[in-house]
Every structure is written in structure tokens, then in C-alpha cells.
């Protein structure tokens, strides 16, 4: 039996259009972004026509019902995410880049003797797998306060290296800010080993589940870690819209973010307190359209259930992986089988750049991602400096499997390697 598509592509408006001159298109890039249902964008237009008003502050009636939309958006993200101090522990930021800046800026801030204040001789644990957004953001906090990055590196199978784990977190630790599932690798890391270690040794657990609250069931009080970050455009929601997941008494403690309204409990010339979590951490107007439209985004999901889309991910990767098995010359970078990895595939073909290799299948109205995937560092220990990427997603099938290998054997045929 053939492996059909979980999600009706009906749903999808994107897909009544054709594109490269009336071909079906193929989407394989939802690692970059994710396409959106119907009732996810008529969700976001409808706040628009219906609703709009800033949350939060008038007394009227339309301030009241985009109030009452926002914050159940923000109690269905908490519910998603199994949070275990519900809605309050949701923060909406722009996306998953600004929820890490959030995390590593407000550390930066911390005053002498609050948990998160770091000094020289301190160390920040990141791997060789993140996206720069789990990346950069550390390294500006070690240049702005003298603490270490030290990071895990990688087996040649493209997983985690954790031989070293116990040098790595040790007494110095603060931070270990980890990938769950590599963007360009596919691999799911072991977070109980990690998350273990690190609590033993008194450091917070920053998750990077951008590429795995999508695609899995996700329960922050099963993985134990502290902080948890996602993009919503990745998993069928609005662009514009992030989340901050944190232990509430970890919020507690951060420091603010972004000064101004909302975000205050009192002010006078000189000085503010500030708003309980998590308005503390939402000052100004928010993007309240696009977490209203997250929210119906991981309602469809939730819909669907999150074991069947892990599920139906897995199946569509093996067929995936077995059916690019037969293309002479490809490199897959990263693990060959479906144990602990998830349905993102990057490859190389032999004297094909890339690139060429991307517009190509783009001719043939196969859609994937090309280049360093934002993980410079991971593609040059790979010595690939660039790959091609194909993710798949709920209306992928293996019809679009398919599609994918043969473009792939019709790009090295007119490249004249075949
Ligand atoms: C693993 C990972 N982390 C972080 C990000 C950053 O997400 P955004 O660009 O939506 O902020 C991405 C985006 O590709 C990602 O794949």
C-alpha cells in the first residue's frame, strides 16, 4: 500500500496553483517554513475583520474578544506543549531567533546573585548541530560577560558525540542550549542524557524545538527541561509569531526584555516595576493575528494528533531514504535509517553543486532548500559546504518521494553525470 498524505491537501490552498509551467508542486522545504491550511489563514483575516483592537487595553467590546482570542491562543499553545503552569507560562515573542535572543539577552542582564548572572570561568554548552539562531546568541553572551562556550560534537553518523559529556557539563555549566532535531541532519537528539547531566550539575536546559514541536507529540514536563523555544510558521501557523516556553520561577527571574507599555506594574519619571510573567516579557503591542492564527494551527494539528504525524513522518522518511539509496553518487547527510531522526534529508550528489541541483528540481516543480541551512559551522565539520535539503511534512506523500528521485536522476542526466 502506497503511503498517502495524513493531511487533505485540499486544506492547503497553495496547492490548487501549479508551478515551473503547470507542474504539481512538490513541497519539500518545510524545514524553512511550513505551508498553511485554509483555517489557519482565515483564523489570522478573520481577527482582522472581526475582532481587531490592541489586547490588553481598551474597554470596549472588540478590546475584549482580540483579548479573550489572544489568551486562548496562548492557553492552547500551553495545552500543545503540556506546560505545567498552563497559559501564564507561554511568552508570544516574534519568533523562535527572538525567543533565544529573549533567553540570552535577559541572561546577560542578570544583576550579581539572581541565578542567571554569569561571569568569567562560567560555561555555556551548545553542539555542532545548532541553527546560528542556538548559536550566535550564546556566543554574544560569553563575549558580554567572559563566560565559555564549549559545545558536543558530532559521530560521523551525524549524531551527537556525548563521549565527553561529563567534561562538558561539569560544575562550571550554567546554560546547555541544545537542537532537539538537527535542521539540516534530521537527528533527534538524546535529551534525557543531557538534561540529566545538566540538572545534576545545577544548569538550566534551553531546547531548541523548532524542528520537533511540529512534527511530535512535545510534553516540557516529560523532556524536564527548563526553556523551550518554537517558530509558529513551521508548523502550519503565521509568520511574525514565536513562543517562549520557561519554568515559571525561571521567568520569575529573568530579567525584562523590552521596555514599554504593558509590560509594567507601576511607573513614575524615574523608575517601573514590572508586570507579572508573561506580560513582563510582552511589552508593546503584540502580534495578536498571528498568535490567534498559531493557535488554530495547533488546533488542526492537534485535530490530526501528533503520534500519527510523527508516525506518518517516519514511514515517509524510510520509503525516502530506501528509494534515494538507489541514486548513484548521493551523499545523505546524516543518520541512513529512521532510528531517533526525524523526516529532514540533506544530501549531496557527486560534482553536481548543490545549488544546481535545487534549480533543477525546482524545474521540475520539486521544492527544496539549498545551501549551509543557517548551520555554517555543522556544514563545514560535515565537509559539505552546502547540501540540498528535502523536509517533509503531513500533505507529503510518496508520490512526492518519487517526484524527488526522479528529478534527481533527470538533474544528473542533464548535467551530464549519468
Ligand atoms: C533548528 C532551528 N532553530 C531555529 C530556527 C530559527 O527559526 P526562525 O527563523 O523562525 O526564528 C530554525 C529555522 O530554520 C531552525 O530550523
Redesign the pocket.
Known amino acids: 500500500m502506497s503511503l498517502t498524505a495524513l493531511a487533505m491537501r485540499e486544506d492547503f490552498p497553495i496547492f490548487l496553483r501549479t508551478v515551473a509551467e503547470g507542474k504539481k508542486l512538490v513541497y519539500l522545504d518545510n524545514?524553512?517554513t511550513s505551508q498553511k491550511p485554509l483555517c489557519v489563514i482565515e483564523s489570522e483575516s478573520n481577527f482582522y475583520k472581526l475582532h481587531n483592537a490592541a489586547v490588553h487595553r481598551g474597554a470596549h467590546q472588540l478590546a475584549q474578544e482580540a483579548t479573550e482570542a489572544y489568551e486562548s491562543a496562548r492557553a492552547i499553545v500551553a495545552d500543545f506543549l503540556t506546560a505545567p503552569g498552563g497559559a501564564d507560562e507561554i511568552i508570544f515573542t516574534k519568533?523562535?531567533?527572538?525567543s533565544?535572543n529573549l533567553l540570552a539577552y535577559t541572561m546577560g542582564n542578570a544583576p550579581s546573585g539572581n541565578r542567571f548572572a554569569l561571569s568569567v570561568g562560567d560555561r555555556i554548552v551548545v553542539s555542532e548541530m545548532e541553527?546560528h539562531?542556538?548559536l550566535i546568541p550564546w556566543q554574544q553572551l560569553c563575549a558580554r560577560t567572559g563566560a565559555e562556550l564549549v559545545w558536543f560534537g558530532l559521530t560521523p553518523e551525524g549524531r551527537l558525540d556525548l563521549s565527553s559529556i561529563d567534561d562538558l557539563i561539569s560544575t562550571r555549566t550554567k546554560i546547555v542550549a541544545i537542537?532537539h532535531q538537527?535542521?539540516v541532519l534530521g537527528t533527534i537528539n538524546p535529551l534525557d542524557a543531557i538534561v540529566d547531566r545538566a540538572h545534576k550539575v545545577g544548569a538550566v536546559v534551553v531546547l531548541?524545538a523548532?524542528?520537533s514541536v511540529p512534527h511530535m507529540a512535545i510534553d516540557v514536563t516529560a523532556l524536564d527541561v527548563d526553556f523551550l523555544v518554537f517558530?509558529g510558521?513551521?508548523a502550519l501557523g503565521p509568520t511574525g509569531i514565536?513562543i517562549l516556553w520557561g519554568r515559571m520561577h525561571l521567568l520569575d527571574e529573568l530579567p525584562p526584555f523590552l521596555f514599554g507599555g504593558s509590560m509594567i506594574e507601576n511607573v513614575t519619571m524615574t523608575s517601573a516595576t514590572w508586570a507579572a510573567v508573561p506580560a513582563k516579557f510582552e511589552a508593546g503591542v503584540p502580534n495578536m493575528a498571528q498568535a490567534v492564527g498559531l493557535g488554530t494551527a495547533l488546533q488542526y494539528l492537534s485535530g490530526i494528533g501528533m503520534d500519527n504525524v510523527h508516525h506518518h513522518e517516519i514511514a515517509l522518511t524510510s520509503y525516502l531514504l530506501n528509494e534515494l539509496s538507489r541514486v548513484p553518487d548521493i551523499r545523505i547527510v546524516g543518520p541512513t535509517n529512521t532510528q531517533s531522526r526525524g523526516g529532514t534529508i540533506s544530501f549531496t550528489i557527486k560534482d553536481i553543486h548543490p545549488h544546481d541541483v535545487g534549480q533543477y528540481l525546482d524545474s521540475q516543480g520539486v521544492v527544496v532548500r539549498t545551501g549551509h541551512h543557517?548551520a555554517w559551522p555543522l556544514a563545514r565539520s560535515l565537509k559539505a559546504p552546502a547540501s540540498t535539503r528535502a523536509s517533509l511534512y503531513i500533505y507529503n506523500d510518496e508520490k512526492d518521494c518519487d517526484a524527488l528521485v526522479d528529478a534527481i536522476l533527470g538533474a544528473q542526466k542533464y548535467f551530464g553525470r549519468l
Open positions: 524545514g524553512a519568533s523562535a531567533t527572538e533565544l541553527h539562531a542556538n537542537t538537527s535542521n531548541d523548532c524542528q517558530s510558521h513551521k514565536g543557517c
